[in-house]
């Protein structure tokens, strides 16, 4: 076997505290650590990219199978084809039935937490205009109804009281 290279590194204190919690934790030598850092770096370097909360949201919701990925065109089709359905409101009241589920899910979370979650579902792109006040830019009109709904329930039923409006492709949440 060939010699391994040998290399010096200066870490700052940050750096340094990780690399240190990380032998204690994994008992691995200073080499394996390092050596797996960089081809973990090498793998995923493209990522810094992305907006990493959003990332940890979505492995966590895609890594347990609670949630699948879905076209926006086709989801946008079903809510469009549920409007029209003589069994909508049938629909709607298994929509608030999900809802208060989550709203139980999402208990001791702040408001801003929730909406960052359903952000990363792409229904809205949130616009934060105000300490407890946020635009809703929805990725289509057809579904103001569904991420109203849905917002309602959650929200009531972890008692937090707030204001919706509704403009034609955009709500505009305030948390009271």
């Given at each position: 076997m060939k010699n391994p290279i040998r290399i010096t590194?200066?870490?700052?204190?940050e750096s340094n505290e990780i690399f240190n919690k990380l032998k204690e934790s994994s008992k691995l030598s200073q080499s394996e650590i390092i050596r797996r850092a960089l081809k973990f770096y090498n793998s995923y370097r493209d990522f810094e990219n992305y907006d990493m909360d959003k990332l940890r949201i979505y492995v966590e919701m895609l890594s347990e199978g609670e949630h699948v990925i879905l076209d926006m065109d086709h989801f946008v089709k079903f809510i469009?084809?549920?409007?029209?359905?003589?069994?909508?409101?049938?629909?709607?009241?298994?929509?608030r039935e999900i809802a208060r589920s989550h709203a139980e899910q999402f208990s001791g979370k702040s408001p801003e937490y929730i909406l960052r979650r359903l952000e990363a579902c792409n229904f809205f792109r949130i616009n934060k205009i105000g300490n407890k006040e946020y635009t809703l830019v929805l990725i289509n009109y057809t579904i103001k109804e569904f991420v109203k709904?849905?917002?309602e329930e959650v929200l009531n039923?972890?008692?937090?009281?707030?204001?919706?409006?509704?403009?034609?492709?955009?709500?505009?949440?305030?948390?009271?």
């Open positions: 590194i200066a870490l700052d204190e469009h084809v549920l409007d029209t359905h003589p069994d909508k409101n049938k629909f709607l009241e298994i929509h709904i849905f917002l039923n972890l008692g937090i009281k707030h204001e919706i409006k509704e403009n034609l492709t955009k709500l505009r949440l305030k948390i009271l």
